[in-house]
């Protein structure tokens, strides 16, 4: 590939997720081009086609790379199949951007991270919602250190029932823990933890869990999760999710020692000091749980792909957080296996490894 050419590459999983969040941002990137599409829904490759006339679609990731030669994979399918996907484009010196979560086991991970390391290959993970507007200022806010070190969070997501899906005969993955890995834990948690690496700068040290189901037709997978991470420089995160609510709702707060942030889906408020009134009252034009696709949030993962293509020396960060993610989710769901007690987790081996940035 030519420094003035684009970089080729194809969407592998065809659903909501790649057609209506992805496949509009790649339409106005210049400097990567989706030259396929990937999936083995012949309804879904001719739904990719209505959007991408003239772009060939393929029921495999081998048939797709015996015909083009590509520079990277989209990989938007179902979690239980993100590792078999990344392994074989990994395996085929493309570079990988994958949806959320990475992949469902630690062994996977690491024969990801070696495959990645061998090849040269950018392995990125799609953490989207740190690039949402009100979690970015958020993420400036802690930069700047507008309320000192952070010293508890709090984060709370609301839905009534999991996102849909384009499976055949009207199933949804999510519901189907060998697809999904996981209820709400694996779908929004892993959210959560990327946020409180962002927002802390570090990675917790013990964490409890339990996990529930509210509803009252239990799901095969929990609905409801109440995550607790402990610091060890005495930072405190809680996060509550659930399916089982009868709003959709955002919100948390942050406190540090000179102040705290207060969010609410589209509003944030920061007080300063002991102040009872906010000092700044920072709205913005959508709600943090309006939608599901988000195409503008995706735009900037992209360039954050772009950035761990081009720059070795950043290749790895979202590898990083991925791994902490991942980390989490597991010792969640030991957590509550275990009477929803504290477990301790691994000493990151360096600060990188925590996955955030410092703020």
């Known amino acids: 590939m030519t420094a003035l050419s684009a970089m080729r590459g194809a969407m592998v999983g065809l659903g909501h997720v790649a057609l209506e969040g ?45 015909s083009h030669e590509l520079d990277f994979a989209d990989v938007c399918a179902p979690p239980h ?14 570079h990988v951007l994958c949806e959320k979560p990475l992949v469902l086991k630690e062994e996977e991970l690491g024969v990801l991270e070696l495959l990645s390391r061998n090849a040269g290959s950018a392995i990125v993970s799609v953490h989207n919602w740190k690039f949402s507007p009100i979690c970015a200022k958020i993420s400036s806010l802690m930069r700047e250190k507008a309320i000192g070190p952070l010293a508890r969070l709090e984060w709370y997501v609301l839905r009534g029932g999991p996102s849909v899906t384009t499976d055949q005969g009207g199933a949804n993955w999510r519901l189907d823990p060998r697809l999904s890995g996981g209820g709400i834990l694996v779908d929004h948690g892993w959210h959560a933890f990327y946020l409180a690496l962002e927002w802390f700068g570090a990675k917790p040290a013990e964490l409890c869990a339990s996990l529930e189901n509210r509803l009252s037709e239990p799901l095969p997978v929990e609905d409801t999760a109440n995550v607790r991470l402990r ?64 195409p503008d949030w995706f735009g900037r993962v992209i360039s954050e792909f772009s950035g761990e293509i081009g720059d070795p020396a950043v290749r790895g960060r979202s590898l990083c957080a991925a791994r902490t993610c991942l980390e989490l ?12 007690r504290f477990l301790s987790l691994r000493a990151p081996a360096d600060r990188s490894a925590a996955g955030g940035s410092r703020p």
């Open 22 to 66: 992805h496949l509009p941002a790649w339409k106005k990137r210049n400097d990567f081009t989706i030259s396929a599409g990937v999936d083995p829904s012949a309804e879904r490759r001719e739904a990719f086609q209505s959007l991408a006339p003239g772009i060939p679609a393929y029921a495999t990731l081998e048939e797709c790379l015996s």
């Open 81 to 94: 199949a993100h590792f078999g996907i990344a392994e074989t484009a990994l395996r085929s010196n493309l």
């Open 231 to 294: 610091f060890s420089g005495g930072g405190e995160a809680e996060i509550f999710l659930t399916w089982a609510s009868r709003l959709r709702k955002n919100s948390g707060a942050l406190e540090g020692a000179l102040g705290r942030i207060r969010m609410e889906d589209d509003v944030l408020r920061v007080f300063r000091g002991g102040g009872a009134e906010p000092e700044e009252v920072i709205r913005f034009d959508a709600a943090l749980s309006a939608g599901s696709h988000h």
């Open 329 to 340: 989710v597991l010792a969640a769901k030991e957590s509550h296996r275990q009477g929803s």
